[in-house]
């Protein structure tokens, strides 16, 4: 019996010890955030913020374009087959040659129409930019490492690259005050996160030689392209919203959502690292989430610490507005509004990790695309006044979100049921 369980114990133990790893990434990480995020918000006015925080969510969707999805292949291979790293990674690097002026075009229609008149195109540049090369870079040397298990290398590149926009926050805060716009910081952050994201190749990627194989490549496009269209439609419905109060409510309006949005996603880092070995548990073991038990026991754990993080953290405020600074402050009575919203995004972000572990990336893109349009009708039908300053719709991102999740959860499970039953009709035919 004890050599039956040693292996178990063991297996849990490590599993554990590596989320234990994560975690601590994730509380650096979120400590870090906390102080580059009071910084940068107190040192650009209200609308600024939210002028940054809209154009670097615009970055984030369109660092998806970059690489056409050839990061999915790369992690599978990290995780199964290292000793193909360096041919992946020539992959890697010949996809985002080609989708370069994919996310040049992409950008320059998102700046026709959302940001022209309201920021200028270099400025808006920089921080695409920032996120697009720089960030997403260090994003791919991270997922390289945690497939190969190194999440504590992992953690620790992140930890580095938020601090080195923490102390680019605190050097503008310095430097300009409150007056020195978007080009300065735009340029501090492209600089910032071009650093880590050298630092991070020039310590913790793999030292292969680079081989390109165009017949591994071609057997590999349909899924990436998969991956890439479910990755821009997640962060697209994601980030929609942003884009949307900026398009409605004008520069101000999305700076106080982009501050209230901001302090939801700081609770959201450790659910993040969850999913992550989640995913990887589940291309180890198909049938771990086979029971409802399990199912739901983890997306009613995800809802919990997920509401409960929110919680505290509009507890601290409460008693303390100023703790992150004055324009911190203006967002700080509306966290207890959306107390449930955390818990409803993470809950379908987990669900969309689901289905990539299964396998199931083209019904991911779908879901992905629906959640995007029912979100992009419920916000606009939700914030058709928002342009008057008014915030009496804030209390009903709720009611958004647990819709969106609901269409997310009814469509996540039947198609993972649906995965499951395929097999069986195979043996039987």
């Known amino acids: 019996m004890g050599s039956m369980m040693n292996p178990t114990l063991e297996g849990k133990l490590k599993l554990a010890l590596d989320y234990a790893k994560l975690l601590g990434g994730s509380g650096g990480r979120l400590v870090l955030s906390l102080a580059y995020f009071a910084a940068i918000a107190n040192a650009l006015s209200v609308a600024d913020y939210g002028l940054f925080a809209t154009a670097s969510a ?42 370069l002026p994919l996310v040049v075009l992409a950008a320059v229609a998102f700046y026709l129409a959302v940001f022209r008149g309201d920021v200028g195109p270099g400025p808006f540049a920089l921080i695409v930019a920032a996120e697009v090369l720089a960030w997403r870079t260090l994003e791919v040397v991270c997922i390289v490492n945690n497939g190969l298990g190194r999440f504590g290398r992992s953690s620790l590149l992140v930890v580095g690259g938020t601090l080195a926009k923490a102390l680019a926050a605190l050097l503008f805060l310095a430097l300009a005050g409150r007056d020195g716009g978007l080009w300065l910081w735009g340029l501090l952050y ?19 030689r680079l ?146 572990a ?16 029912a979100k992009a009708a419920l916000l606009t039908w939700l914030l058709r006044d928002a342009g008057d300053g008014s915030t009496t719709w804030v209390g009903g991102l709720n009611a958004v979100f647990a819709l969106l999740w609901g269409l997310s959860f009814v469509s996540t499970y039947a198609a993972l049921s649906e995965t499951r039953r395929r097999p069986a009709r195979l043996r039987t035919a």
């Open 58 to 99: 615009t970055g984030i969707v369109l660092s998806r374009i970059f690489g056409l999805g050839f990061v999915s292949p790369l992690y599978r291979t990290s995780a199964a087959r290292p000793r193909l790293i360096g041919v992946y990674t020539a992959g890697l690097l010949l996809a985002a040659a080609v989708s």
């Open 358 to 373: 299964g396998g199931r990336t083209t019904i991911r893109a779908g879901l992905l695309a629906l959640l995007g349009a």
């Open 211 to 356: 081989r390109v194989d165009l017949r591994l490549y071609r057997r590999r496009l349909q899924d990436s392209l998969a991956v890439a269209g479910a990755e821009i439609l997640f962060y697209l419905q994601s980030e929609l919203d942003k884009l949307l109060v900026l398009s409605v409510g004008g520069p101000q309006t999305a700076g106080v959502y982009a501050l209230l949005m901001r302090l939801i996603d700081l609770t959201a880092l450790p659910v993040r690292s969850f999913n992550m070995m989640v995913v990887q548990k589940l291309m180890r073991t198909p049938d771990w989430l086979a029971s409802w038990r399990m199912r739901l026991g983890l997306e009613g754990g995800i809802a919990l610490v997920s509401a409960a993080g929110a919680g505290a953290l509009a507890l601290v405020l409460l008693f303390a507005p100023g703790l992150l600074g004055g324009n911190v402050a203006q967002a700080v009575p509306l966290m207890p509004l959306v107390i449930l919203v955390p818990a409803f995004r993470n809950l379908v972000e987990y669900e969309s990790e689901l289905l990539y």
């Open 190 to 208: 492209l600089c910032a996160n071009t650093l880590s994201a050298m630092v991070g190749i020039a310590l913790l990627y793999p030292r292969q």
